[in-house]
């Protein structure tokens, strides 16, 4: 039964992605982009990691979600896209190779040794308690510096993009019109 | 093994059927009640009471013409209704509707299945439901459809951070993920309700239910007045239907998770007993809604963005501060 879902929840992760790199649509692209991050949290769930594969649906669907509104703001989504392509075979090359060198990255524990849980689960604990106690002592350090950095970057993008925040743009009166339009102009 | 199987498909399509057609009665039951808050009738001609209207619009919806438009992208319009519809039974599968009860010498717990992170399973499920509104305005060729879309982006992003951490609050204190515990957690009667000790996450969380299910205040998907119908512009028949029952089912799937976490659930109260208990506080948080619809205006995008981002989410992380606080 977990074998029979492995391999379902597999071919249509990896057949969604291929569409996301190889259509031209930009819906089509983003659409099987959405799915596959869904399809890949049943991965955690048939491995018992319910925790994580919420977070995995929550967090990307979220995330997704935001480059939609990118892929409105900048493609006529009904129609294809022509991409420039300036050197095929370059592409292909270091695509290729980069999509080996993870491979290689990633096995090389497996080959090596096999994979023990270095931390495992303690009795008793269910799924986010877990993830918690993990987080919370081994890698306080990492985690915190994480959250750091995130905060870091969430004061960039507010100065970057609060530039002209105190003037809306929906409610903005005739008068102010011109005004507006000035300040735009010393934007860009 | 098998009877596992064979207990939680059945236990789906008797969900699935009996919410279907809730969500059909949920639109008589909306259009009458708005009827007699804005002294009207409401349907009253199709039957006694105008009952057998659920009936005569679900003929209409199943047998008009399904029109995909001409520009459109084809898969992803006539797909898009179906993930809106989809999604609203997931989220309904890790929710908890009754207290166990037994039929035939056979233990029933009316769970489709347990999953001991239920609550964010439920956000999640729900959240990505709104893949369906915006992927139908976006493949539909239709500058409303794009309007509509580019709202649910808005909408999404707004009220997202404000259920997320106003359910944050109830969660430290029980400590637990799943529903069932949430439920377990109030078994004292009413005076172990949640809602007395988190009074706002309880509203807030409220408010972003409303947002989350697009209902009257933040309902900017598909004002009539601004966007004809936003999304749902081109769609017609069963398409658009599909959208209603998701959004009906949305509906009834806030209802319970606010019951089960904030209300008390489904422990009996006094001499009600238990499953009765939590239909009554389902069709009450379900008339909530109609009622507010009746009595409020709209917001516009920025407005609930504003409420969202300004108001509500320090709101929230006060909220949380100070329970954390009390906890330690």
Redesign the interface.
């Known amino acids: 039964m977990e074998q029979f879902a492995f391999y379902l929840f597999s071919v249509l992760t990896i057949g969604l992605f291929l569409v996301t790199v190889l259509s031209n649509n930009v819906l089509y692209a983003m659409t099987s982009l959405a799915a596959g991050m869904v399809i890949i949290s049943g991965f955690f769930f048939i491995l018992g990691a319910d925790f994580l594969g919420v977070v995995q649906l929550i967090v990307y669907v979220g995330a997704v979600m935001a480059l939609y509104s990118f892929g409105m703001m900048f493609f006529d989504a009904t129609r294809e896209i022509k991409e420039k392509n300036t050197n095929a075979y370059l592409v292909f090359f270091l695509g290729g190779m980069i999509a080996l060198l993870l491979v290689v990255m990633f096995s090389a524990p497996i080959a090596g040794e096999g994979i023990v849980a270095m931390y495992p689960t303690p009795e008793g604990a269910n799924n986010p308690q877990a993830v918690g106690l993990v987080l919370f002592t081994k890698y306080l350090v990492p985690f915190e510096v994480a959250a750091v950095m995130l905060l870091v970057a969430m004061i960039a993008g507010i100065i970057l993009a609060g530039k002209k925040m105190d003037n809306s743009l929906t409610t903005k009166d005739e008068n102010h019109e011109e005004e507006m339009t000035f300040s735009l102009k010393d934007v860009r | 093994?098998d009877a596992l199987i064979i207990e939680t498909v059945v236990k789906a399509i008797v969900v699935l059927l009996v919410i279907s057609a809730l969500a059909g009665f949920g639109t008589y039951l909306e259009r009458k009640v708005l009827a007699f808050m804005q002294r009207r009738l409401g349907p009253m001609h199709v039957g006694p009471f105008g009952l057998l209207q659920i009936l005569a619009d679900g003929i209409k919806l199943f047998t008009k013409e399904d029109i995909v438009p001409q520009?459109?992208?084809r898969?992803?319009f006539m797909?898009a209704p179906a993930i809106t519809a989809a999604t609203a039974f997931i989220a309904l599968a890790a929710v908890p509707l009754f207290p166990e009860f037994t039929l035939f010498g056979y233990t029933i717990r009316p769970i489709v299945a347990d999953?001991?992170?239920g609550i964010?399973?439920v956000?999640?499920?729900m959240?990505?439901g709104?893949?369906g509104p915006?992927?139908a305005g976006?493949?539909q060729?239709n500058k409303w459809g794009?309007i509509g879309?580019?709202r649910t982006?808005i909408l999404?992003?707004s009220y997202?951070v404000v259920t997320?951490l106003s359910i944050l609050a109830p969660i430290m204190i029980v400590g637990?993920?799943s529903l069932i515990d949430f439920n377990n957690a109030q078994a004292g009667g009413i005076g172990d309700w949640m809602v007395w000790q988190q009074p706002v996450a309880f509203v807030l969380f409220l408010i972003a239910g409303f947002a989350e299910t697009n209902r009257t205040p933040f309902d900017l998907l598909e004002h009539e007045a601004e966007v004809i119908s936003g999304y749902a512009t081109e769609y017609s028949g069963m398409r658009w239907g599909m959208f209603f029952i998701g959004e009906y089912a949305n509906m009834i799937t806030i209802s319970f998770v606010a019951s089960l976490v904030f209300v008390g659930g489904f422990n009996p109260i006094g001499f009600i007993p238990g499953f009765l208990a939590i239909i009554l506080k389902v069709s009450f948080f379900f008339f909530l809604m109609l009622w507010v619809r009746a009595s409020w205006p709209h917001v516009?995008?920025?407005q609930l963005m504003w409420l969202c981002w300004k108001v509500l989410m320090p709101i929230t992380i006060v909220n949380i501060l100070i329970t954390g606080i009390v906890l330690l």
Do not use: T
């Open positions: 093994m520009h459109a992208n898969l992803i797909v999953l001991n992170v964010l399973f956000l999640g499920a959240a990505s709104l893949y915006l992927l976006m493949a060729a794009i879309s580019a982006a999404f992003l997202e997320g637990s993920l516009r995008p920025d």
